[in-house]
């Protein structure tokens, strides 16, 4: 049988590059590129007997490779390594497809070396029909590790990362939503991520060192930050917390925002004193006893939990 195969232009045309993407030379060769766990492709497709995904294994050598899911017509995500053959079987009959960026080390120089999630090709048999699958209600969430999806399955980096299962992950399943995740492990408003991140307000309109990525404007902003600027002071968290507000009403003035206070309670009198009076969302999570996989991060039921929790909020009062 004879293969098609688009190449990083047919993706952008057939595809719903849904989060944060671009095309970067990784090895001398236009890749779809991106640096956010949760970035995804979605694409309905007919006349196809398989589906196959090439990518660079792009990771950082010292740690676990980086790690894709897919998943066809709402079902189970299926995990692969980017090192491994990546390939699932169709039949002829309408389906919707979904692939997204799963799992990452945090070793990987993602900010200034180049090693995020890089796509050469997706595979099909001829005569396939690709269109783009966009879902009603975008929304963009904004946090760290926790909402990136890390440690939800265990305390293996990549292989337990999993944000299709975190809570953003679980939010969007329920309200069918076209998430854009924007979240790097161990970022804050005051604290640098690993793999070379800058704080929430550098990263927030840059994909990595080189590429400027405009804030899109979502009907709802979310955004969980403050676990990982717990050691500083309720006064600084404060300043870069109201500094970061001024940065997205300039950006995106005609969003929705929904603050969600941490999970671990941090400066939840910050919040407050920054939010009571200000036209946003403010969450409470104090009595939503979330399971941990680590004291920090969410686990499966934890994820659960938090994810049904947020969609209900969103429900009754952003998509009223």
């Keep these: 049988m004879i293969d098609l195969t688009l190449l990083t232009t047919d993706i952008l045309n057939n595809t719903n590059l849904v989060g944060r993407w671009t095309i970067k030379q990784i090895h001398g060769i236009d890749t779809i590129y991106s640096t956010n766990l949760g970035s995804s492709l979605k694409f309905e497709i007919n006349h196809s007997q398989f589906l196959r995904l090439n990518c660079f294994n792009n990771g950082n050598y ?63 048999s001829k005569p396939a029909i690709i269109t783009p699958y966009i879902n009603r209600h975008h929304v963009t969430f904004i946090g760290d590790s926790i909402t990136a999806g890390c440690w939800v399955n265990g305390k293996k980096t990549s292989a337990d990362y999993s944000p299709y299962a975190n ?119 104090n009595d939503w006893q979330i399971p941990y996989t680590d004291q920090v991060h969410p686990n499966l039921a934890g994820s659960k939990i938090a994810g049904e929790k947020l969609a209900a909020i969103i429900q009754t009062q952003v998509f009223k």
């Design 62 to 124: 010292l740690g676990n490779p980086q790690e894709v899911a897919i998943r066809i017509d709402g079902l189970t995500w299926t995990r692969f390594r980017v090192n491994e053959l990546i390939e699932l079987p169709l039949s002829d009959n309408q389906h919707l497809i979904e692939i997204m960026f799963a799992g990452n080390s945090d070793v990987d120089e993602i900010w200034t070396g180049k090693q995020g999630l890089a796509i050469k090709s997706i595979q099909t």
């Design 167 to 285: 809570y953003v992950g679980i939010c969007s399943d329920i309200l069918q939503l076209d998430a854009t995740y924007i979240a790097y492990s161990a970022a804050g408003l005051i604290r640098h991520g690993l793999g070379g991140v800058p704080t929430t307000n550098e990263y927030l309109t840059k994909l990595d060192s080189e590429t400027y990525y405009p804030l899109k404007r979502p009907e709802l902003i979310v955004i969980n930050l403050g676990t990982n600027d717990i050691i500083h002071s309720n006064q600084a968290f404060k300043l870069k917390l109201t500094d970061f507000y001024q940065q997205l009403t300039k950006l995106v003035p005609d969003s929705h925002y929904l603050f969600i206070i941490p999970f671990n309670q941090s400066f939840q009198s910050v919040f407050h004193e920054v939010f009571d009076h200000e036209p946003v969302i403010l969450v409470e999570t």
